[in-house]
Structures are given as structure tokens and as C-alpha cells.
């Protein structure tokens, strides 16, 4: 929150989900997503890719919606993120940037 790199989505004036990144560049997000690296504060205040750290929603529609919304204040950059499974299986991906066409960037 500190580095102002997150969405909220409300309904009424309750927050009902979260996204939260860091701007990283690209050395900096393989070596975290291959290694288990652990970027510094400052590792993560520009840089040319985004990761998501943390993603909180109620559900396929919200979570939609706010990756919507960074995708639109981000068209050019690409977006990863981790996915960890109950069972401790880890899986990297950057679908985020395959998920819209070129009108939704914009």
C-alpha cells in the first residue's frame, strides 16, 4: 500500500476485494518466480513488468473486473503472479496479459 500499487472494489461502501502489485523489472520477477527470491522495497518501485502479491475477491466477476482496471492503467505492461495450491504446488504465469484484446487496453 505504501508504494500506491493497488485497487479496491466496493460494493456500496463496503471493500469486498483486493489486488495489490509491485513494479519490478524483468530480471527481478524471474528471479523470484524461478528462485523464490525475494525482492527489496526498493527492487519494487519501477521497473518494466508488474507482480501481483496479493489478490483478494469474492469471486470470478470481481476478480475480473479488477484486472480490468489494471490492465487499463497498465496496457503496456506485462503482469505475473504466482498461483500456490493447498497442497503446495506452485505455478508462475502472466495470462493477465493474454486474458483482453487490444480495445480492452485502452
Not at 487499463?72 to 496479459?97: T, W
Request: net charge positive; hydrophobic share 35%.
Amino acid at each position: 500500500i505504501r508504494r500506491s500499487h493497488y485497487l479496491l472494489a466496493f460494493r456500496g461502501s463496503r471493500p469486498i476485494a483486493y489486488v495489490g502489485w509491485a513494479e519490478c523489472y524483468e530480471k527481478v520477477v524471474k528471479a523470484w518466480m524461478e528462485r523464490g527470491y525475494s525482492p527489496t522495497y526498493q527492487e519494487c518501485v519501477g521497473g518494466n513488468c508488474g507482480v501481483l502479491i496479493s489478490f483478494v475477491s469474492p469471486g470470478n466477476a470481481v476478480t475480473m473486473q479488477l484486472i480490468r482496471q489494471l490492465r487499463r492503467l497498465h496496457p503496456d505492461r506485462p503482469f505475473y503472479f504466482m498461483r500456490e495450491y493447498a497442497d503446495g504446488r506452485k505455478r508462475n504465469s502472466s495470462v493477465i496479459n493474454r486474458l483482453f484484446g487490444p480495445r480492452e487496453k485502452r
